[in-house]
């Protein structure tokens, strides 16, 4: 059968299909998983005929988005919460890895700017992070205590100020996400750059390894999880931009439900790193190195293995069960 014909004969199925899934009124879980077997097959004929066909993309990704209303369905009476973060995340992160790598691309690019700038210009660090901030970490290096700055204010008052500041930081940048993207990449552009003139301050100075140790303990989740955030932006911003298949507005309606379920998961994260910048980095200099780096390579590796590993491990289950790709 041609390809045309495949998707003429079966094309008032998908769109049936689409709106049992994705509209007000759902079927029970038994029509669902009914009407999911038909699609699978669908999907298993067109990997078998046309192999290279963007039909193939299309059910895959409603296969994958049948699945996760089925599951939930028939979960129902499961722990909801336990699901949210073991089966729908990481599916709507693997979904989405694409942005994830733009995510991080972009914020890697605007970090070597910072560095390359900060280099090349001895004015550009007091301009991005201002003289007072500068002045101060030039103190206190004299001091020989690069990070004290981590030391000022109560434990409590420096983790719920932190803490509320990055979650701003991270529901802005999702939120700039509907200036198509832009406005998260501005975000990205602020901290990538800010990160790079920070860093080669101390570098410059010759205490990198003292910041790195300091600031790192609750840097990594901090910086992964502004860098998920953006990622969410980005999926947000291309459902405007590239609805594919869809009409404009159930594409950002899409794009913004699973934005939001990627920015709530990172929440946990900030507020870990909210609570070690408040209790535990004021401490930095005074722990030995072992303990330092050991905490930094487990936070980092929690996170990335979450976001990074997890997704892959879960999709490969789930094709391995349902033969959704």
């Given at each position: 059968m041609r390809e045309v014909a495949f998707i003429k004969q079966n094309k008032e199925k998908w769109l049936d299909f689409e709106k049992a899934i994705f509209g007000?009124?759902?079927?029970?879980p038994d029509e669902l998983a009914s009407l999911y077997i038909h699609l699978v097959n669908d999907l298993s004929y067109a990997q078998t005929y046309y192999p290279k066909?963007?039909?193939i993309l299309y059910l895959n990704n409603l296969a994958a988005k049948a699945f996760q209303k089925i599951y939930k369905t028939k979960r129902e009476d499961s722990n909801r919460f336990i699901q949210f973060w073991k089966i729908e995340v990481p599916l709507i992160v693997y979904q989405s890895r694409r942005y994830v790598l733009y995510a991080f691309a972009i914020f890697l690019t605007f970090v070597a700017i910072g560095v390359l700038s900060a280099a090349f210009d001895d004015s550009f660090v007091r301009l991005i992070l201002g003289d007072h901030y500068v002045n101060m970490t030039l103190e206190n290096i004299e001091k020989g205590d690069p990070v004290a700055v981590y030391k000022s204010g109560s434990n409590w008052g420096s983790f719920i100020g932190i803490t509320l500041n990055n979650l701003y930081v991270g529901i802005k940048s999702f939120i700039f996400g509907v200036f198509g993207?832009?406005?998260?990449?501005?975000?990205?552009?602020q901290n990538g750059i800010m990160l790079g003139a920070f860093q080669f301050m101390f570098q410059k100075h010759g205490v990198l390894w003292e910041s790195v140790r300091g600031i790192w303990i609750h840097g990594a989740m901090e910086i992964f999880a502004i860098v998920i955030e953006g990622a969410a932006g980005l999926l947000l911003g291309a459902s405007i931009l590239f609805p594919?298949?869809?009409?404009?507005?159930?594409?950002?309606k899409r794009g913004m439900k699973d934005g939001v379920k990627i920015l709530i998961s990172t929440f946990p994260f900030t507020?870990?790193?909210?609570?070690?910048?408040?209790f535990v980095t004021r401490y930095s200099n005074i722990m030995p190195n072992w303990l330092s780096v050991g905490i930094i390579l487990i936070t980092l590796g929690i996170i990335s293995f979450y976001y990074l590993v997890y997704p892959f491990i879960v999709n490969k289950k789930l094709k391995k069960t349902y033969g959704i790709i």
């Open positions: 007000k009124t759902l079927k029970n066909s963007k039909t993207g832009l406005g998260t990449g501005y975000v990205l552009l594919k298949t869809y009409s404009r507005v159930t594409s950002f507020i870990a790193a909210g609570f070690l910048e408040g």
